[in-house]
């Protein structure tokens, strides 16, 4: 089981470190691993880090950062590759320019960097200027819009390539791969799972979704992992 975090099992806040995670999700989230003989994983583009943060308690559980780059896992963890001198440059320019936008937020975990607006509408352009930029000084990198944000990483990582690499180890290799998430940075990871005739689960709505199946919002997933017993 896959599962990807923000949008997913937490309800999107206006920034990443303001999620809030409901407290009976990680007892639920590791109890289901237990059942699964291990097989579960958070598929998420927060770094290990940040996951770290979020699930102190879950300090078992198999987590997979940024898109794949990066794993914590009992079988074969993985570090990000170091960042160019240049992504070091931008993190810093992509924090100043923020400043000028309240609300939008600059992440920068390694190789990659997350520009945030949801709380910032007007700074979507910008931003999206900023990102096209930055790009002629990271060759190799790719940038991935969404409604709320711009996440710049090094092409050829996605959810799709971090679910097969999951999927070729213990404890998750042979068995049939589910991936619920919400997010256009979700759809590699569905088409992975339909093509290992597994379980792909979209949340919320998108009408060009290769998701099979669907779930309103992150109540409803939480409700269908049954992690929301005293959940409101
Ligand atoms: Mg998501």
Known sequence: MFLDVDGCLLEHACAPHLARVPPQLPSRLLRLAEELDGALALVSGRSLQSLQALFPECAELCLSGMHGLERRSAHASLRAPAPPESMLELAGEAARFALDYPG???????????LHWRAAPDAAVAMGAFADAALTRLPGYRQHRGAHGIEIRPDGMDKGRAIAELLALAPFRGRTPVFAGDDPADEPGFAMVNAHGGISVLVGARADSAARHRLDDPAQVRAWLGADAQDH
């Open 104 to 114: 939008a937020c600059v992440e920068a975990h390694g190789p990659c960097l997350n």
